[in-house]
């Protein structure tokens, strides 16, 4: 169930914010109504699956209380949470990657016996890397005494189920939402207002401009690479670091908003990331959720920039391998992971100090074009199709018999989300400049444009063939 379909749009989210109205005058209740909803909103999806997501709920509850309760004895605490962490990552691993290995150990047997294994299909959960990277923090964070354990089976149950951020994200800590989950204090006013206006901003992001975008670079990036022009090439990459953008910074809108309609706060995800000077700057603004967790749960102990400078250089580039191999089961992801890391070694090193002396844009211009290499990477099949696209970006001359040509309507939505990238540094500058009173003289004027866009996205949904999140499976 897609935030923006029908079912969901005029009968699951009317239905529960009714029932969160009328029937949550408690506390309980409200927490009630929103476990069932959420419960209900995984299960209409996943209903295999959902057994196993309560399981390995009641096997952290049980080992968080074991990790707490032993607070004196510093092995039994250790081993409590190796323990927990290995179910978790077991799980991702069994459900996320077994195809992925067995294909490879494939591969490797065939080339040196003839012989073949069989590759098992195996269903992927949706969400289930956010699902497990934040139960992992869970339990972290117990053992490192910033948390201490659920109090109620019902807390940590919404807080792994919370459906405005379950699909993707963004990955939330277990103590920066369970006081609001404890309150559970009801919605009023002015969060509905704000909320379902971000969340028509998400809608919009995703329909009209991320799946417009999708059409034209689903187009280039399936012909035939080895063939590609150099216009075809960047003309797909750009659509396709625009989509990528707007598809996943909207569902995070759309998740905030939803969130913030039920009187939660749920952290931003992104801040204007391709107005970034540099790869580090970019990571700090783009899925800032996922570079946080990484940060605190793997950069820190591996032991960050406390083991020398050698070492130093060795995690970042483990971490963002990591983070490559966390998005997909696939040879580009894990590339686009090691690209990631060699430039954030190159930031540390000398490039960042290099480009704070150019001009911002000039710093922006070289910025954008490492991440665009970095999304051909991530968005080719294969890693001899982003090798081709990659390299005929960097012949001009080159050319192509089978051109595709790009419908003016995705052309249009191209030039606007160009438009609105720079709009961001523009806004940027005139939020810094006190301008921040614009936002209340002008509320009615741009939410009546955001109404009018969101009809407009409604129709278009209705009328197209729903594209899911790029995020949606991972």
């Not at 927490?31 to 996943?46: M, N």
């Not at 990955?171 to 206006?197: E, M, N, P, T, V």
């Amino acid at each position: 169930m897609l935030f923006y379909e029908p079912l969901f749009l005029f009968v699951f989210a009317p239905a529960v914010y009714l029932l969160y109205l009328l029937f949550g005058v408690r506390r309980e209740a409200r927490s009630l109504i929103l476990i069932l909803a959420s419960v209900f909103f995984y299960g209409w999806s996943e209903p295999t699956f959902i057994f196993l997501v309560f399981g390995s709920i009641i096997i952290d509850l049980v080992v968080g209380e074991r990790i707490h309760s032993n607070d004196r004895s510093i092995m039994p605490r250790k081993l409590w949470l190796m323990i927990g962490v290995a179910t978790n990552l077991l799980i991702l691993i069994y459900f996320k990657y077994t195809g992925f290995i067995i294909a490879n150990i494939d591969v490797l047997a065939r080339s040196l016996t003839f012989s073949s294994i069989n590759i098992p299909q195996i269903a992927l959960p949706i969400g289930v890397s956010f699902i497990v990277f934040e139960k992992i923090t869970y339990l972290v964070d117990i053992y490192r005494g910033v948390s201490i354990p659920a109090q109620k089976f019902s807390h940590y149950l919404l807080y792994v189920f919370f459906f405005p951020k379950l699909l993707a994200g963004p990955i939330i800590k277990y103590h920066d939402i369970a006081r609001q989950f404890d309150d559970c204090r009801h919605a009023d006013r002015s969060d509905f207002l704000d909320g379902f206006s971000r969340f028509m901003l998400g809608v919009i992001k995703k329909v009209l401009l991320a799946d417009s975008l999708a059409t034209g670079a689903d187009l280039i990036f399936s012909q035939d690479s080895s063939s590609i022009s150099f216009i075809n090439a960047w003309l797909g990459v750009i659509l396709f670091t625009l989509q990528i953008y707007f598809d996943f910074s909207g569902y995070s809108d759309m998740a905030i908003g939803l969130a913030r309609m039920f009187g939660f706060r749920l952290l931003e995800n992104f801040n204007m990331p391709y107005i970034a000077t540099s790869i580090t700057d970019f990571w700090r603004r783009w899925h800032m959720s996922l570079t946080s967790w990484i940060r605190e749960y793997l950069y820190f102990p591996l032991g960050g920039n406390r083991c020398g400078e050698r070492r130093t250089y060795i995690n970042l580039w483990i971490c963002f391998l990591a983070s490559g191999v966390w998005h997909g089961a696939a040879w580009p992801y894990v590339f686009w992971g090691a690209y990631n890391g060699v430039f954030l070694i190159l930031d540390r090193l000398f490039l960042e100090d290099k480009l704070k002396t150019f001009p911002a844009w000039l710093a922006n211009l070289i910025t954008m074009l490492i991440v665009m290499a970095g999304w051909t990477i991530f968005r080719a099949h294969s890693l001899s199709q982003a090798s081709d696209i990659l390299l005929a970006m960097m012949q001009p001359w080159r050319g192509a018999d089978d051109a595709v040509t790009i419908a003016p309507e995705i052309m249009i939505m191209m030039i606007i989300g160009l438009v609105i990238c720079i709009a961001q540094r523009i806004c940027e500058s005139l939020y810094q400049l006190e301008w921040r009173h614009l936002h209340l003289r002008y509320a009615l004027a741009i939410n009546s444009c955001l109404a009018l866009l969101f009809i407009a996205a409604l129709a278009k949904g209705l009328a197209d063939p729903f594209k899911p999140f790029i995020y949606f499976r991972f």
